[in-house]
Protein backbone atom coordinates (compact mmCIF):
# COMPACT_ATOMS: atom_id res chain seq x y z
CA UNK A 1 0.00 0.00 0.00
CA UNK A 2 0.82 3.51 -0.88
CA UNK A 3 2.23 5.84 2.12
CA UNK A 4 0.48 9.27 2.19
CA UNK A 5 2.51 9.88 5.73
CA UNK A 6 4.09 13.44 5.64
CA UNK A 7 6.97 14.51 7.72
CA UNK A 8 7.42 18.22 9.13
CA UNK A 9 10.96 19.13 10.91
CA UNK A 10 11.49 22.49 12.22
CA UNK A 11 12.87 23.73 15.32
CA UNK A 12 10.57 25.73 15.88
CA UNK A 13 8.26 24.10 18.34
CA UNK A 14 5.76 26.95 17.38
CA UNK A 15 5.42 26.26 13.93
CA UNK A 16 5.37 22.43 14.30
CA UNK A 17 2.17 23.06 16.37
CA UNK A 18 0.80 25.42 14.02
CA UNK A 19 1.12 22.85 11.22
CA UNK A 20 -0.79 20.14 13.82
CA UNK A 21 -3.69 22.57 14.27
CA UNK A 22 -4.35 23.53 10.62
CA UNK A 23 -3.21 20.62 8.93
CA UNK A 24 -4.65 17.42 11.60
CA UNK A 25 -7.73 16.94 9.89
CA UNK A 26 -6.47 16.41 6.56
CA UNK A 27 -3.05 14.94 6.30
CA UNK A 28 -1.36 12.29 8.04
CA UNK A 29 2.07 13.28 9.57
CA UNK A 30 4.59 13.39 12.11
CA UNK A 31 6.68 16.22 13.33
CA UNK A 32 10.34 16.14 14.48
CA UNK A 33 12.41 18.78 15.72
CA UNK A 34 15.88 18.44 14.65
CA UNK A 35 17.46 16.59 11.43
CA UNK A 36 18.28 13.44 13.92
CA UNK A 37 15.17 12.57 14.93
CA UNK A 38 13.69 12.75 11.83
CA UNK A 39 16.14 10.47 10.60
CA UNK A 40 15.38 8.30 13.43
CA UNK A 41 11.51 8.32 12.56
CA UNK A 42 12.28 7.65 8.30
CA UNK A 43 13.80 4.32 10.12
CA UNK A 44 11.16 3.67 12.51
CA UNK A 45 7.74 4.74 10.92
CA UNK A 46 8.61 5.86 7.05
CA UNK A 47 8.31 5.60 4.18
CA UNK A 48 7.23 8.80 4.33
CA UNK A 49 5.77 10.47 0.57
CA UNK A 50 6.80 14.08 1.46
CA UNK A 51 9.38 15.36 3.66
CA UNK A 52 9.08 19.04 4.35
CA UNK A 53 12.15 20.26 6.03
CA UNK A 54 13.34 23.83 7.18
CA UNK A 55 16.55 25.47 6.02
CA UNK A 56 18.40 26.41 9.14
CA UNK A 57 18.07 24.18 12.19
CA UNK A 58 21.39 23.56 14.36
CA UNK A 59 23.15 20.41 14.21
CA UNK A 60 22.25 19.24 10.68
CA UNK A 61 20.26 21.89 8.54
CA UNK A 62 17.85 21.53 5.49
CA UNK A 63 19.95 20.55 2.89
CA UNK A 64 22.18 18.08 4.70
CA UNK A 65 18.82 16.32 6.14
CA UNK A 66 17.29 15.87 2.77
CA UNK A 67 20.65 14.71 1.30
CA UNK A 68 20.74 11.91 3.61
CA UNK A 69 16.76 11.44 3.56
CA UNK A 70 17.94 10.83 -0.15
CA UNK A 71 20.26 8.11 0.48
CA UNK A 72 18.02 6.34 2.58
CA UNK A 73 14.40 6.64 1.29
CA UNK A 74 15.26 8.03 -2.47
CA UNK A 75 11.50 8.06 -3.67
CA UNK A 76 10.25 10.67 -1.21
CA UNK A 77 9.08 14.00 -2.44
CA UNK A 78 11.65 16.68 -0.57
CA UNK A 79 9.89 19.83 0.14
CA UNK A 80 12.47 23.13 1.79
CA UNK A 81 11.03 25.55 3.95
CA UNK A 82 13.77 28.33 3.64
CA UNK A 83 13.69 31.99 4.86
CA UNK A 84 16.82 32.68 2.92
CA UNK A 85 16.48 31.47 -0.16
CA UNK A 86 19.35 32.96 -2.62
CA UNK A 87 20.93 31.51 -4.94
CA UNK A 88 23.44 29.44 -3.20
CA UNK A 89 20.77 27.99 -0.96
CA UNK A 90 18.99 27.20 -3.60
CA UNK A 91 21.87 25.28 -5.86
CA UNK A 92 22.58 23.01 -2.66
CA UNK A 93 19.13 21.84 -2.14
CA UNK A 94 18.72 21.04 -5.35
CA UNK A 95 22.20 19.34 -5.88
CA UNK A 96 22.52 17.90 -2.80
CA UNK A 97 19.14 17.58 -1.37
CA UNK A 98 17.16 16.64 -4.33
CA UNK A 99 14.32 18.89 -3.66
CA UNK A 100 11.20 19.13 -5.44
CA UNK A 101 9.82 22.59 -4.59
CA UNK A 102 10.58 25.57 -2.20
CA UNK A 103 8.41 27.26 0.37
CA UNK A 104 9.23 30.57 1.92
CA UNK A 105 8.44 31.53 5.68
CA UNK A 106 6.17 32.42 6.51
CA UNK A 107 4.20 30.07 4.41
CA UNK A 108 0.61 30.90 3.49
CA UNK A 109 -1.62 27.56 4.58
CA UNK A 110 -2.90 27.39 1.37
CA UNK A 111 0.27 27.21 -0.72
CA UNK A 112 1.00 24.85 1.58
CA UNK A 113 -1.73 22.94 1.18
CA UNK A 114 -0.89 23.24 -2.93
CA UNK A 115 2.76 21.91 -2.24
CA UNK A 116 1.73 18.96 -0.31
CA UNK A 117 -1.27 17.92 -2.29
CA UNK A 118 1.00 18.16 -5.42
CA UNK A 119 3.60 16.29 -3.56
CA UNK A 120 1.47 13.47 -2.61
CA UNK A 121 0.74 13.20 -6.25
CA UNK A 122 3.84 13.29 -7.43
CA UNK A 123 4.65 10.48 -5.17
CA UNK A 124 1.96 8.33 -6.37
CA UNK A 125 3.02 8.74 -9.78
CA UNK A 126 6.97 7.62 -8.68
CA UNK A 127 5.31 4.35 -6.68
CA UNK A 128 3.02 3.39 -9.57
CA UNK A 129 6.23 3.92 -12.24
CA UNK A 130 8.48 1.59 -9.61
CA UNK A 131 5.75 -1.41 -9.19
CA UNK A 132 5.64 -1.16 -12.93
CA UNK A 133 9.24 -1.24 -13.78
CA UNK A 134 10.20 -4.12 -10.75
CA UNK A 135 7.16 -6.25 -12.37
CA UNK A 136 8.40 -5.78 -15.89
CA UNK A 137 12.08 -6.50 -14.69
CA UNK A 138 11.30 -9.40 -12.74
CA UNK A 139 8.88 -10.84 -15.20
CA UNK A 140 11.80 -10.13 -18.19
CA UNK A 141 14.28 -11.70 -16.14
CA UNK A 142 11.89 -14.75 -15.24
CA UNK A 143 11.54 -15.30 -19.24
CA UNK A 144 15.05 -14.99 -20.12
CA UNK A 145 15.89 -17.11 -17.47
CA UNK A 146 13.97 -20.45 -18.38
CA UNK A 147 14.75 -19.95 -22.07
CA UNK A 148 18.21 -20.58 -20.74
CA UNK A 149 17.60 -23.15 -19.25
CA UNK A 150 15.80 -25.08 -22.11
CA UNK A 151 18.80 -23.96 -24.17
CA UNK A 152 21.33 -25.04 -21.85
CA UNK A 153 20.67 -25.96 -18.73
CA UNK A 154 24.44 -26.73 -17.81
CA UNK A 155 24.72 -22.94 -18.18
CA UNK A 156 21.63 -22.12 -16.54
CA UNK A 157 22.57 -24.29 -13.43
CA UNK A 158 26.17 -22.74 -13.44
CA UNK A 159 23.90 -19.32 -13.55
CA UNK A 160 21.77 -20.42 -10.32
CA UNK A 161 24.78 -20.77 -8.48
CA UNK A 162 27.00 -17.39 -9.58
CA UNK A 163 23.87 -15.85 -8.49
CA UNK A 164 23.75 -17.04 -4.71
CA UNK A 165 27.51 -16.62 -4.76
CA UNK A 166 27.81 -13.12 -6.05
CA UNK A 167 25.50 -11.82 -3.94
CA UNK A 168 27.29 -13.02 -1.10
CA UNK A 169 29.87 -11.43 -2.28
CA UNK A 170 28.63 -8.56 -2.99
CA UNK A 171 27.02 -8.32 0.43
CA UNK A 172 30.74 -9.00 2.08
CA UNK A 173 32.14 -6.32 -0.27
CA UNK A 174 29.54 -3.69 1.27
CA UNK A 175 27.90 -3.25 -2.29
CA UNK A 176 24.06 -2.14 -2.31
CA UNK A 177 21.78 -3.22 -3.97
CA UNK A 178 23.41 -6.42 -5.03
CA UNK A 179 20.22 -7.03 -7.82
CA UNK A 180 22.09 -5.64 -10.79
CA UNK A 181 25.01 -8.52 -10.05
CA UNK A 182 22.87 -11.45 -9.32
CA UNK A 183 20.78 -11.34 -12.30
CA UNK A 184 24.10 -10.64 -14.43
CA UNK A 185 25.36 -13.65 -12.98
CA UNK A 186 22.08 -15.51 -13.39
CA UNK A 187 21.62 -14.20 -17.48
CA UNK A 188 25.64 -14.48 -17.62
CA UNK A 189 25.42 -16.51 -20.59
CA UNK A 190 21.23 -15.37 -22.25
CA UNK A 191 23.94 -14.90 -25.34
CA UNK A 192 24.04 -18.71 -25.42
CA UNK A 193 21.05 -18.42 -27.09
CA UNK A 194 22.24 -17.60 -30.23
CA UNK A 195 24.74 -20.30 -30.45
CA UNK A 196 23.70 -23.45 -32.49
CA UNK A 197 22.96 -26.99 -30.56
CA UNK A 198 26.16 -28.70 -31.97
CA UNK A 199 28.07 -25.83 -30.23
CA UNK A 200 26.65 -26.42 -26.53
CA UNK A 201 26.76 -29.80 -26.96
CA UNK A 202 31.03 -29.81 -27.68
CA UNK A 203 31.14 -27.61 -24.61
CA UNK A 204 28.76 -29.38 -22.28
CA UNK A 205 31.37 -32.33 -23.09
CA UNK A 206 34.63 -30.20 -23.29
CA UNK A 207 35.40 -31.03 -26.79
CA UNK A 208 37.29 -28.47 -28.75
CA UNK A 209 36.33 -25.79 -30.66
CA UNK A 210 37.48 -24.90 -34.74
CA UNK A 211 38.39 -21.14 -34.91
CA UNK A 212 34.97 -20.13 -36.20
CA UNK A 213 33.25 -22.53 -32.95
CA UNK A 214 35.30 -20.07 -30.85
CA UNK A 215 34.77 -16.59 -32.29
CA UNK A 216 30.76 -17.62 -31.82
CA UNK A 217 31.10 -18.27 -28.28
CA UNK A 218 33.80 -15.48 -27.47
CA UNK A 219 31.09 -12.77 -28.47
CA UNK A 220 28.45 -14.38 -27.15
CA UNK A 221 28.63 -11.85 -24.33
CA UNK A 222 27.56 -9.17 -26.83
CA UNK A 223 24.83 -11.01 -27.88
CA UNK A 224 23.73 -11.08 -24.68
CA UNK A 225 23.79 -7.46 -23.67
CA UNK A 226 21.94 -6.59 -26.72
CA UNK A 227 19.28 -8.68 -25.71
CA UNK A 228 19.29 -6.73 -21.92
CA UNK A 229 19.94 -3.46 -22.77
CA UNK A 230 16.40 -2.49 -23.86
CA UNK A 231 14.86 -3.46 -20.73
CA UNK A 232 13.69 -0.66 -18.33
CA UNK A 233 16.99 -0.78 -15.41
CA UNK A 234 18.91 -3.26 -17.60
CA UNK A 235 21.62 -1.23 -18.68
CA UNK A 236 24.20 -1.65 -15.77
CA UNK A 237 23.01 -5.67 -15.97
CA UNK A 238 23.93 -5.75 -19.52
CA UNK A 239 26.98 -3.63 -19.16
CA UNK A 240 27.91 -6.54 -16.48
CA UNK A 241 27.39 -9.18 -18.85
CA UNK A 242 29.16 -7.78 -21.95
CA UNK A 243 32.38 -7.61 -19.50
CA UNK A 244 32.12 -10.92 -17.99
CA UNK A 245 35.23 -12.29 -19.74
CA UNK A 246 37.41 -9.29 -19.87
CA UNK A 247 40.60 -9.68 -18.64
CA UNK A 248 42.07 -7.02 -16.01
CA UNK A 249 44.88 -5.63 -17.81
CA UNK A 250 42.67 -5.48 -20.93
CA UNK A 251 42.67 -8.39 -23.23
CA UNK A 252 39.89 -10.61 -23.93
CA UNK A 253 36.13 -9.90 -25.37
CA UNK A 254 35.08 -7.21 -25.97
CA UNK A 255 38.26 -5.67 -27.64
CA UNK A 256 37.96 -2.13 -26.37
CA UNK A 257 40.27 0.07 -24.41
CA UNK A 258 38.36 -0.45 -21.42
CA UNK A 259 41.19 -1.68 -18.78
CA UNK A 260 41.53 -2.22 -14.77
CA UNK A 261 38.97 -0.55 -12.80
CA UNK A 262 37.22 0.58 -15.18
CA UNK A 263 35.90 -2.68 -16.06
CA UNK A 264 32.47 -2.81 -14.55
CA UNK A 265 32.90 -4.27 -11.06
CA UNK A 266 30.16 -6.86 -11.92
CA UNK A 267 32.14 -7.77 -14.13
CA UNK A 268 34.92 -8.06 -12.74
CA UNK A 269 33.55 -9.75 -9.57
CA UNK A 270 31.46 -12.17 -12.00
CA UNK A 271 35.02 -13.42 -13.79
CA UNK A 272 36.19 -14.39 -10.82
CA UNK A 273 33.19 -16.11 -9.48
CA UNK A 274 33.13 -18.23 -12.90
CA UNK A 275 36.30 -19.27 -13.11
CA UNK A 276 36.14 -20.64 -9.78
CA UNK A 277 33.42 -22.50 -10.48
CA UNK A 278 34.70 -24.20 -12.82
CA UNK A 279 37.90 -24.92 -10.65
CA UNK A 280 35.64 -26.46 -8.21
CA UNK A 281 33.52 -28.62 -10.86
CA UNK A 282 36.96 -30.05 -11.97
CA UNK A 283 37.78 -30.83 -7.95
CA UNK A 284 39.99 -27.89 -7.17
CA UNK A 285 39.40 -25.94 -4.05
CA UNK A 286 41.01 -23.97 -1.64
CA UNK A 287 44.06 -23.47 -1.58
CA UNK A 288 44.77 -24.97 -4.93
CA UNK A 289 42.29 -22.72 -6.70
CA UNK A 290 43.62 -19.87 -5.20
CA UNK A 291 47.10 -20.57 -6.14
CA UNK A 292 46.19 -21.46 -9.76
CA UNK A 293 44.23 -18.01 -10.42
CA UNK A 294 47.11 -16.05 -8.63
CA UNK A 295 49.39 -17.53 -11.54
CA UNK A 296 47.25 -16.01 -14.11
CA UNK A 297 47.17 -12.60 -12.59
CA UNK A 298 46.64 -10.62 -15.62
CA UNK A 299 43.27 -11.83 -16.16
CA UNK A 300 41.91 -10.58 -12.41
CA UNK A 301 41.37 -7.66 -10.13
CA UNK A 302 44.04 -8.95 -7.50
CA UNK A 303 41.82 -6.95 -4.64
CA UNK A 304 39.31 -8.54 -5.47
CA UNK A 305 40.56 -11.97 -6.14
CA UNK A 306 41.79 -12.04 -2.28
CA UNK A 307 38.55 -10.97 -1.25
CA UNK A 308 36.69 -13.90 -3.14
CA UNK A 309 38.90 -16.00 -1.09
CA UNK A 310 37.93 -14.51 2.43
CA UNK A 311 34.50 -14.34 1.67
CA UNK A 312 34.47 -18.24 0.58
CA UNK A 313 36.92 -19.90 2.32
CA UNK A 314 36.34 -23.19 1.20
CA UNK A 315 33.18 -23.89 -1.44
CA UNK A 316 31.47 -20.96 -3.59
CA UNK A 317 27.42 -20.56 -2.16
CA UNK A 318 25.11 -23.00 -3.20
CA UNK A 319 21.08 -23.66 -2.47
CA UNK A 320 21.68 -27.34 -1.46
CA UNK A 321 21.70 -27.51 1.97
CA UNK A 322 23.49 -30.49 3.70
CA UNK A 323 20.80 -29.70 6.64
CA UNK A 324 17.53 -30.42 4.53
CA UNK A 325 16.67 -34.48 3.85
CA UNK A 326 16.51 -35.09 0.13
CA UNK A 327 13.70 -36.77 -1.17
CA UNK A 328 13.49 -39.24 -4.26
CA UNK A 329 10.87 -38.43 -6.41
CA UNK A 330 9.03 -39.35 -10.22
CA UNK A 331 8.89 -36.60 -12.38
CA UNK A 332 5.00 -36.85 -11.34
CA UNK A 333 5.71 -35.79 -8.02
CA UNK A 334 7.87 -32.30 -8.93
CA UNK A 335 6.69 -29.27 -7.85
CA UNK A 336 8.04 -25.62 -8.47
CA UNK A 337 10.20 -24.37 -5.88
CA UNK A 338 12.33 -27.82 -5.28
CA UNK A 339 15.83 -27.53 -5.86
CA UNK A 340 17.38 -30.35 -7.64
CA UNK A 341 20.09 -32.56 -5.61
CA UNK A 342 20.92 -34.33 -8.70
CA UNK A 343 20.83 -34.03 -12.79
CA UNK A 344 17.97 -34.96 -14.67
CA UNK A 345 18.80 -36.43 -17.91
CA UNK A 346 16.79 -38.04 -20.51
CA UNK A 347 17.34 -42.10 -20.95
CA UNK A 348 19.79 -41.58 -23.74
CA UNK A 349 21.75 -39.53 -21.14
CA UNK A 350 21.10 -35.97 -22.40
CA UNK A 351 21.47 -33.55 -19.33
CA UNK A 352 17.92 -31.67 -18.93
CA UNK A 353 17.97 -29.52 -15.83
CA UNK A 354 21.78 -29.60 -13.81
CA UNK A 355 21.59 -29.94 -10.29
CA UNK A 356 21.48 -27.09 -8.44
CA UNK A 357 18.54 -25.83 -9.86
CA UNK A 358 15.20 -24.26 -8.25
CA UNK A 359 12.41 -26.07 -10.05
CA UNK A 360 9.87 -23.88 -11.93
CA UNK A 361 6.18 -24.65 -13.50
CA UNK A 362 8.27 -24.18 -17.28
CA UNK A 363 10.86 -26.64 -15.98
CA UNK A 364 8.31 -29.50 -14.84
CA UNK A 365 6.23 -29.27 -17.88
CA UNK A 366 9.12 -29.63 -20.37
CA UNK A 367 9.91 -32.96 -18.03
CA UNK A 368 6.77 -34.23 -18.66
CA UNK A 369 6.93 -33.75 -22.63
CA UNK A 370 10.16 -35.25 -21.97
CA UNK A 371 8.35 -38.40 -20.10
CA UNK A 372 6.11 -38.59 -23.32
CA UNK A 373 8.75 -38.53 -26.07
CA UNK A 374 11.97 -39.14 -24.95
CA UNK A 375 11.86 -40.70 -21.49
CA UNK A 376 13.42 -39.16 -18.54
CA UNK A 377 15.64 -41.10 -16.06
CA UNK A 378 14.10 -41.49 -12.42
CA UNK A 379 14.17 -41.40 -9.40
CA UNK A 380 14.96 -37.53 -9.40
CA UNK A 381 16.40 -36.33 -6.46
CA UNK A 382 15.02 -32.75 -4.67
CA UNK A 383 14.78 -30.58 -1.65
Not at 23 to 31: I, P, S, V, W
Not at 266 to 282: F, N, Q, S
Request: net charge negative.
Amino acid sequence: MQSKKILFVDDDPNLLAGFQRNLKKDYTFDTATGGADALKLIESSGPYAVIVADMQMPGMNGVELLSKAYEVAPDTVRVMLTGNADQKTAIDAVNQGRIASFLNKPCEPDTLRLTLDSSLKQYALIAVEKELLEGTLAGSVKVLSEVLSMIDPTSFGRGQKLANSIRTFGSFLGLKPTWPYEVAAQLSHIGFVSIPPIILRKMDQGMGFTTNEHDIVERSPQIGHDLLVNIPRMEPVAKIVLYQAKNFDGSGFPADRTVGEAIPIGARMLKILHDRAVMETDGIVKNRAYEAMKTRAFQYDPILLDKCFQCFESFLETPISADQPVQSVAVHELKAGQILVSDVKTKNDILLIAAGNHLTEVMIQRLHNYVKSEGVKWPIYVQ
